[in-house]
């Protein structure tokens, strides 16, 4: 399995930017995908998920209203596009995935989550 994250950058506060996360060799149709973020000398927060037969996004609570999960199955990517950013979102950005989930909706808390891809570096800053 491999995951492949990009679209960090530096981003102004009130700013908008759009992560993608490619997936591959994910060996069932059963699974959650989502991202999550560690900003540093902090624990690694659950950002947002989806599962990939319940199909409700679900998010955590200090990006709801912001951010948006998505994805293109086609392509076997997923996106999260991020707006009125502000410094708190400041954090290296993960997708992470996990299988079997039984057909039950996912659950953006990190350690139910086996596969994770390299991060990507977002930056809140004026």
């Known amino acids: 399995v491999q995951l492949q994250a990009s679209g960090g950058g530096l981003v102004q506060p009130g700013g908008s930017l759009r992560l993608s996360c490619a997936a591959s060799g994910i060996p069932s149709d059963d699974y959650a995908i989502g991202w999550f973020r560690q900003a540093p000398g902090k624990e690694r927060e659950g950002v947002s998920c989806i599962g990939n037969i319940e199909g409700s996004p679900r998010y955590g609570d200090s990006v709801k209203g912001r951010f948006t999960i998505s994805r293109d199955k086609a392509k076997n990517t997923l996106y999260l596009q991020m707006n009125g950013l502000n410094f708190d979102d400041t954090a290296v950005y993960y997708c992470?995935?996990?299988?079997?989930?039984?057909?039950?909706?996912?659950?953006?808390?990190?350690?139910?989550?086996?596969?994770w891809g390299q991060g990507t570096l977002v930056t809140v800053s004026s």
């Open positions: 992470a995935t996990t299988w079997p989930l039984y057909g039950l909706e996912c659950v953006p808390l990190y350690s139910e989550y086996d596969v």
